[in-house]
Structure formats: C-alpha cells, structure tokens
C-alpha cells in the first residue's frame, strides 16, 4: 500500500433546490441545515466535505440514511453535479472534465457496485459482467472471456448463460462485482453494496472483497450504514451525519477516541473485544520485557483472540510482534480496561431516551 | 321587440346595432313576432348569440360561426393541400401495393404465410391451429377477400402506425414539454368520435383515394403505441439507468441497449392497442371507400340485409380474435424472455 493520494475531494458542498447558488451564500455565512429548508426551501445534501482517498486502500463512508453517503459517492464519477468544490481524481479534477472525458472516467478508470445491483434483466450474467468492456467498444467474444474468467473468481461458475432474475440476491450482487471487476478500473465505487443482503451472505461478501483486495489492491470506495461493516472493511473511516463529517481517520482511532457524541453512540453498542486490535492498546516497546511473558501474539489479532489464549487470566503479559519482531507489551489488565466502552454520552442521540 | 333591447339601449349602442328587421327571419322569428305579450321572467331566454342577435342585428348569430368555419376552412383548403397532398401520397400507394398483394397471392400460398407469421410470432402450434381454424372458415363462407383487403389496410397503417409512433414516443419520454405538449393533442385524437375527423379529410382529399382512410386510420391508431412507448421508457428502473451512466455509455447505447429493450413489453401493448383500434377504425373508414369487411357492414345497414351485415360483423370479430390473440402472445413471449 502506498500512501499516495487517488481521490481527493476538496470543500465539496451539494444543495439540491431551484436556486442552489444563493443557497450556497447562506450555508457558508453559517445557516444549517435545518434553518435552510424551512426559510429557504433548500436541501442542504453535502457540506463542506473534504476526504482524501488513498491508492489501495478501502475507504469506508459511513452514516444514517439522509446522512448524504450516497449522494456523496455519486459526485466521484459525476452521476449528480456538485454545487460547488473539486474532486480530483489521479491527479486531474473531474468536475472541469467534458462529456468526452468523463465518460472515458467512467468507462476505464471508475466501475460502480449498487446496492440494488443494476443488472441488465434482458441480458445474460455473462453479458452482464462483460458489459464495461462491450460498452467501450471491444470485441465481444474476449469480453465474454474476460467476464467468465471473474464471474469464476467470484464464485459464480456454469451461471453464464442464466439471466439474472434466475439467482438469488446474493449472486446477483456477485454478478455485480464480477462487473466492476472485468470493468478492469483502478477505482471501484461501491454504494451499499451488501445492504440488501441478509448477514450470512453479506459476512461472505464481505470475506470475498477483502480477500479480492488482498489481491488486486485497487481504490475502493465503500457506502455503508452499518458500522460492523465499516470497521471489518475500512483502512480510512469518514462518518457522516446530516451532510458534514463528523470524525475521519483510521477505524482504531476513531472507536479509542471518539471526537463526538454521536459516534459515542454508534460505537457503544459495538463488540470492542473482536473490532479491536492488539497494536490499538498496546504498550509500544522493543526493549525485552521483564518478568513473565506468558507468549507471542501479532499486532493484528484482535482481544478476543488474547483472551482466548490467555484463557481468563487477568495477570499475564504478552509479547506483540510484528513479522516476529518485537514491537511491544501488552498486559491483560490494560487489555480488559480497554473493552470498557466510552461511556455513552448523556448529550448525545441516546440521552433523550 | 326582444327581451335584451334594454342592454343595447342603456349602453348607448342602438346606433350601432344599426336597424331591425334587416336581415334574414327564421321561422322563429316570424312567430315571435306574433307575440306581442311581454315575456315573463320565467321564461327569460340565455343571453346566446342567437338573442342577442335579435335585439341588436349588429352581433353574429352562430350558424355565422359555423359557416365562417367553414368558409375560413375552404379558404386555406387549397394551400394546406398543395402541402399535404405530395406529402401523404406515399400513403396511397402503400395502401395500393398492400391490397393488391393481398389479393393477388393466391390463397394456397397466402394461408401458410399467415400461418408462419403466426408461428414465428407465438411460438404455439395451439394458435396456428385456431387462427387456421378461423381463417379457412372465412374463406368458406366467401369472405376471404373482403377479410384480406381488411388485413391489408390494417397491415399498412399499423405499420406506418408503430414507425412513426415509436420514435415520438421516445422522444416524448425524453423531455417533459414534449410530453406536456403531445399530450393533449393525443387526448384530442383518441376522444374525438371517429366520425368526426373524417369530414375533414373529405375536404381535403378526393373521396377515391386510399390515403383519405389511411390517414383517418393512423390518426385514430397511433396514440396508444405513443403513449405507451413513453410511459414504457419512463419506467424503466432507474437503477438501472444509473448503472448504465456509471459505465459510461452513451445515451445511443442507453437507448437501444437498455430502454428500448426494458420498454419492450410497454411498447408491444401498444402495439396491440394500436392494430385493433386500426381494425375498429377500417370498418368505419368504409363510409369514405374503405374496401373490406366494413363495406359489407355498410351494405347490410343501408339496405337492411340482416344476414350480410351479421355475418360480416363476425368475420370482423375473428379477424379482431386473431390479430389480438397473435399479438398477444407475442407480448407474453417477450415478457418471459425479461423474467
């Protein structure tokens, strides 16, 4: 992973409405969201939104419905028109873009998971995986190859000829993603892609992505409302609440220092003990430990798996090593501190009740 | 003197009106004249053209109006046909072409071409027998030509029907004014009683010529493949369409990879709304020389032969039977094939 930046998104404000410039004038003079609808008819969809989406990585936007993720998302490859801002994509800015040119984005440098999957119903899954590559003009027949090959890859194999009302939710998403990935792009844009899903499958869906990923590292822009999600997939974490973000940063971070009420709450009623991970809480050090050490463990597990091991002693101390090297402490005690939620905050959504 | 003498006279317009008793009387006019008694307020008359006109000569009466249609229409007449008549003469020899095809192809070759129309369209061996069944009935009972030239006709216009509907259609699905603007002329076309614009088109054109009923046929008919063209293409799912933008295609690629195809079933109900109106339309068309079943329909109204117009009459239901099963089942067929 490099830490280049892909996608980057600067003051990016949206207001739908008849006049959405004047609108703008009153949200940077500080009127909000609420104030602007009932005075002056005008939704305030994004505001002020600046995130900056490195190569490689899964970024994971998070929020409620109305929190404008989708909205957000969509302004990557254009499908809605921002009132104002930049979004600068390997280093060139898409709004200025002309049809021509965005429509070269779309087509080999952006593919799009829907949470509704946007099949073709009249074609076949084969077809339908294939259709970036047909759609830019190439010969048919690789393509079908192509899209076979990654309708393999993503576990749907002897489908090609069915269409797609044939398979169950799950496999249609399949078909979805087998698409964005014959598309064969460097970005792919996901917009609540396993929300339709029930849990087992979207636990699968979620494996596969980021096993996928594991492999072909693209930039992954990921939509969800569901916070497990969010914290299994995320490398960078945007939470966004009524159009603005609330905290961005790395998911560990975030759930250890939460900066708001609101994520308090999101995060209260999370399993700490599996989300979190060892390098999270430990004690940094590569000086040798003295006393006991009860054994070695990787920076990446996460608690369950410690206190599993340790098996409920609350005394031992344990060695955290990255590719077998020593790079800190980490002892049970402070370990069980830090499965202790940050309280839930009394101003926050959950103090009304 | 009449009842609205009073607005004329308190208004200072008498002079205006110029004098009374000018002018043509109708018969209404002489009675009341007869009657000198002044009318009550009960049987105080509406305030129409036609009283008004009798207190005061100066005002139109409204077969004025009528007659000024008239002559404004024939007025125009000449240049609107200068324009008109180069422009649908196509329209004739189509027609021409179609009912001497029909008629030429002899009925041993005919029969198994319908029949493999039939086929290709429904894929049901079921309806070929029955449309089989149907057509060789007609032929029995004599009725094979008349029901031909019937087929021509419809064959003909629903053609032009579905070639010039479509494309508005799916021009109408594309911008709202279009539609706005389309609409109430559609409303227009399909609740105009059908007699209505025929007397028009007799005007216009010479009562011999095949285009005066195509063009009353397609009027009548082409409103439903329209409408249902662009109501199909409005509802395509729109998760769909987003699909296709995020990948980049363009809107030509839209239109006939996704919306046409996805809009298919919409259209192909048209389509079969849009064949049996034209079936309802060519029998009516036989008042202006229409050939067909209709002229032996007209016979048996005209000259009260009860069994000719009877007997026609069901001729036409198993054509309207055959055209609307086959359609029918092709519209299902391209539903299945979407799910």
Redesign the interface.
Known sequence: MSDQIKISIQHLYKIFGDDPATALEHVKAGVNKTDLLDQYGHVLGLQDINVDMADGEITVIMGLSGSGKSTLIRHL?R?IEPTSGDVTVNGENVIDYDETA??????EH???V?Q???????RTIAENAA??LI??GEDKQAALEEASKWLKRVGLQGNDNQ?P?QLSGGMQQRVGIA?ALT?NSDIM?MDEAFSALDPLIRTDMQDLLLELQQELHKTIVFITHDLDEALKLADHLVILKDGYTVQQGEPQEILLRPNDPYIIDFISDINRARVLRVRSVMQHTREPIEGAVAGEIDEESNLESVIAASDGDTNLVYRVTKDGEQVGMIDMQTLVKALVPTSAAVDGVRGNY | MATYDFIFNSLGLRKWCGEKGGGSMSMDDLLASQDTSAPSLWELPFPSLDNLNEACPAIAQTRDLTSGLESGFLAIKDSLKFVLDPVTQPLSWFLNGALNMFQTVPWFIMVPIMLAVVYVASKSMKLVGMVAAMILFLAFIDHYDYAMQTLAIIFVCSLICVLLGVPIGIAMSRSDNLQRGITPVLDMLQTLPPFVYLIPLIFLFSITEPKLYGIAIILYAIVPVIRLTNLGIRLVDKDVIEAADAYGMTDRQKLYGVQIPLALPNIMAGVNQTIMMSLAMVVIASLVSAPGLGVLVLRGIRNLELGVGLISGLGIVLLAVILDRVTKAALARVNTSQQ
Do not use: D
Not at chain 1, 102 to 107: A, F, I, M, N
Not at chain 1, 116 to 121: D, E, I, V, Y
């Open positions: 490859n499908l965005l429509r070269r984005l779309r087509r952006m593919s799009m829907f509704k999957f946007g099949l073709l119903p009249h259709m970036p759609v830019r269409h009302h698409r598309s844009l």
